[in-house]
């Protein structure tokens, strides 16, 4: 008995490849990224002393140990954590502490 059923082509596998790809990036950097903080000073002057803004910048564990090529993570994962801090802007946002 002869089968007519189509095989899956070249795109198909292309599409399952690229969407597998995909969810590996997305799931290495919510495994990876936490937010960490680095104060900046704005402080105006000598006798003008401004508000110290706190920037949540992303941070890249695996497990307790922090990586070791932060800049290089930083890079790889700008298009998602920008993505990241539109859906999610109470953790990203710049902060004033009380």
Not at 22 to 44: H, K, M, R, T, W
Not at 52 to 72: I, T
Request: with cysteine; aromatic share 14%.
């Amino acid at each position: 008995m002869a089968s007519d059923r189509k095989k899956p082509g070249v795109a198909f596998w292309a599409t399952v490849a690229v969407v597998m790809g995909l969810v590996g990036y997305v799931c290495a950097y919510a495994l990876l990224a936490e937010p960490g903080v680095a104060s900046i000073d704005f402080s105006g002057g000598l006798d003008m002393k401004g508000p110290v803004a706190v920037l949540r910048q992303p941070y890249y564990f695996a497990g307790s140990r922090l990586l070791a090529n932060q800049q290089l993570l930083e890079r790889f994962f700008a298009p998602i954590h920008w993505i990241d801090r539109c859906v999610r802007p109470n953790v990203w946002n710049w902060r004033f502490p009380d």
